[in-house]
């Protein structure tokens, strides 16, 4: 009898103690990937990664950022301070983004090496959905029929130490090149009069952290540059768009980028320290931090930072786009606005005059749930000025997000069943 008893305990404790269950994926959606992928009017998917997600290369094939380890730009030399940073002026230095960094992998001396996945989970998943990606060696499994297989996913990369509205304008280039791409598949598969009767080829999209923050300006005011941004938002790049997936975007800020603008960065324990000088000559950088957080940067930035003229430049342009993404103006009816957010983890929210953590909230341990959600209330009511219609909450950090059984499960919900 005591052994009885001892033997339940034992699998009641067990039985607690289980990590998360992963859905079958494939058997709950493949009957709805099957009949999205006969018709002509599916909307494909565009994934954009959040910053450092995208492999940047000078124009003769130079690896900026996206090779680690052996052969790596090194941070901490002046040639490869110089090689990652922009020019202060902000032209063109010819970096371009080449490729969404699906893996991690870093190189280290004697052959050694090892991988680590970024946004490959994301992408496997959505092939899960039927949403196939032209530039991934996917290997579908058995157990899955996609039917016909056509281009149904698009990896946007961006050149994520830009200032972002310049992102929203190659995102536009982007999407009109693709556009034209699914239309020429669509014809070949379901003949050009059944494409025109389906109407005009629009995208869902599934955007990461700082990704999230090029497709809410994209949304609200399509390919127009930060300078000549309106008062009103036009809704422009919602024209193309019908779902918007936001992950971990940081629509309030994080402190944390304030930290790393001052401090500089070490973006994981095995690779070099990036210098605030080469960071904070990034916009987008700037355009992390909360607005109420901006002020300290000028004052705050270390010896080795960047001339006060580009610190002030920099911090006008997050003032102003942060002020444009939070217009309160209702969207267009055909768009939809999904939010995943994680609110497991104490959070800095506030940081003391010597940058250390003096208050923390809910969130990532990146990005807190109110920023997320662009809460303006401290209040128990939800005071966003975007209309958000639906908001699902993770229990994971800011990185783990893509990987989360609740995400993927969702997502591909929202992108295959949710009308």
Known sequence: MRFTLLALLLVAVVGCTRGPRVPDLGGIYNEAAQELSGTPDRNPVIVIPGILGSRLETPDGQVVWGQFGRGSVNPRTEEGIALMSLPADGSDDGVRAVGVIDRFSLNLWGGLGFQQAAYENLLKTLGVGGYIDRDMNYNPSDSVDYGEEHFTCFQFPYDWRRELSESAIALHAFIETEREV??????????????????????DVV??????????????????????????????????????????????????????????????????????????????????????????????????????????????????????????????????????????????????????????????????????????????????????????????????????PGFTDNMLFLLLIQK
């Open 207 to 404: 955007a990461h952290s700082m990704g999230g923050l090029v497709l809410r300006y994209y949304l609200m005011y399509g390919p127009t540059p930060l300078d000549e941004v309106p008062d009103t938002p036009t809704w422009a790049g919602a024209k193309y768009i019908d779902k918007a997936i936001f992950v971990g975007t940081p629509h309030g800020g994080s402190v944390e980028a304030l930290r790393t603008l001052i401090e500089g960065k070490r973006f994981a324990p095995i690779l070099p320290h990036y210098p605030a000088r080469v960071l904070q000559s990034y916009p987008s950088m700037f355009q992390l931090v909360p607005t109420h957080e901006l002020w300290r940067i000028p004052v705050g930035a270390r010896k080795d930072a960047l001339p006060l003229e580009t610190l002030e430049r920099h911090v006008d342009m997050a003032e102003r786009f942060h002020a444009a993404i939070r217009v309160e103006a209702d969207p267009p009816a055909n768009l939809r606005q999904y939010l995943f957010v994680a609110d497991a983890i104490q959070t800095a929210d506030k940081l003391g005059p010597d940058l250390r953590t003096v208050a923390s909230a809910p969130g990532d341990q990146t990005v807190t749930r109110d920023a997320a959600i662009l809460d303006r209330d401290p209040g128990p009511l939800l005071d966003s000025p975007i209309p958000w219609d639906r908001i699902q909450f993770l229990h994971t950090d800011h990185l783990g997000m893509t990987q989360d």
């Open 182 to 203: 699914v239309r020429r598949r669509r014809i070949g598969l379901f003949g050009a009069e059944a494409v025109e009767a389906a109407g005009p080829i629009k995208f």
